[in-house]
């Protein structure tokens, strides 16, 4: 089974981490250019999201779209 997560922010990011940790294919769908939503606007928030975003970037289960 494949799961789709619509909406690549915080959550969405959590989400496809969390199913992917059980084994579940997972579809991330953003319609914006990056990941991150709007905590990738914040200057002081990137350094946190970053290792989420190279953690889905990484994850063979997790297809970005």
């Known amino acids: 089974m494949t799961v789709c997560v619509i909406g690549g922010g915080i959550s969405g990011i959590m989400a496809a981490l969390a ?3 059980r ?3 997972t579809v991330l769908i953003e319609s914006g ?3 991150g ?3 990738a606007e914040i200057a002081d ?3 946190g999201l970053e290792p989420k975003l190279i953690e889905v970037e990484a994850d063979p289960l997790i297809e970005v779209i």
């Open 19 to 21: 199913l992917s940790r």
């Open 23 to 25: 084994g579940t294919e």
């Open 33 to 35: 250019e990056t990941l």
């Open 37 to 39: 939503g709007h905590m």
């Open 45 to 47: 928030c990137i350094s």
